[in-house]
């Protein structure tokens, strides 16, 4: 449950609205994810997180189904269930497949297991590594 009670839609007014209007228009959708709707009980942080993910998440060197798999391997390793589900539908949303979901899982999977074992070990950086 959320700290603070979300800022419904039909409430919205000024900073809100506006940042609320430009998700739905962006992301082409009709009712406003509680993410956002959270957050919104301060606008300066809405504003600025909505400006961020547009300006990260757009297509650059790395293409949109590329990023929201990043961003989902990182839910996945902070344990962030929110994200990891809503960055898995946008990732399929934008084009990528069950299996490339499944092998991105299976690489954060076998990362996390072999960056404990390294710092388990302690292993040395490779000299050719730095």
Known sequence: MSIFKPVSENK??????????????????KKIPNFWRAIANNPETLERTWNNLKQIMKKGALDPVTKELIYVAVSITNSCEYCIRSHTAAAKKKGASD???????DVVGIANQNNKLVESYQVEVDKIYK
């Open 99 to 105: 299996q490339m979901v499944k092998e991105m899982i």
């Open 12 to 29: 919205a007014k000024g900073k809100v609205k506006k940042v609320f209007d430009d998700i739905k228009k962006t992301r082409n959708i």
